[in-house]
């Protein structure tokens, strides 16, 4: 089995920014590709950035040259620094892991989402 924890949401005013982290334990041979979503209220989950195992990275339009995805291999985890906050940021933010086990093979894992809330 593997668990992905995540941190480091919260309240902000806007302009302000915050960093997420999400960590990934458990069961893992490797994790190809790892990223983040948010859903807002009554909207759809949607992808906000993406990394592979070797740094190539993808951003939703709304976010790019805002946020930055990042992850540390040696620690399974992956980052997303989230600069120029604006209240329609705000969402639950979901980490994604594609983990790959020798017994089991690949299967897309989810964290528990973290509260992000851009207000004044």
């Known amino acids: 089995q593997v668990h992905l924890v995540e941190s480091g949401g919260g309240l902000v005013q806007p302009g302000g920014s915050l960093r997420l982290s999400c960590a990934a334990s458990?069961?893992?041979?490797?994790?190809?590709?790892m990223g983040w979503y948010r859903q807002a209220p009554a909207k759809e989950r949607e992808l906000v950035a993406g990394?592979?195992?070797?740094?190539?990275?993808n951003y939703a339009s709304s976010v790019k040259g805002r946020f930055t995805i990042s992850r540390d291999n040696t620690k399974n985890t992956v980052y997303l620094q989230m600069n120029s906050l604006q209240p329609e940021d705000t969402a639950v933010y979901y980490c994604?892991?594609?983990?790959?086990?020798?017994?089991?093979?690949?299967?897309?894992?989810w964290g528990q989402g973290t509260q992000v809330t851009v207000s004044s």
């Open positions: 990394i592979t195992s070797v740094g190539s990275t």
């Open positions: 458990g069961s893992i041979f490797s994790i190809p590709a």
């Open positions: 994604q892991a594609d983990v790959t086990s020798i017994l089991r093979g690949t299967f897309r894992y």
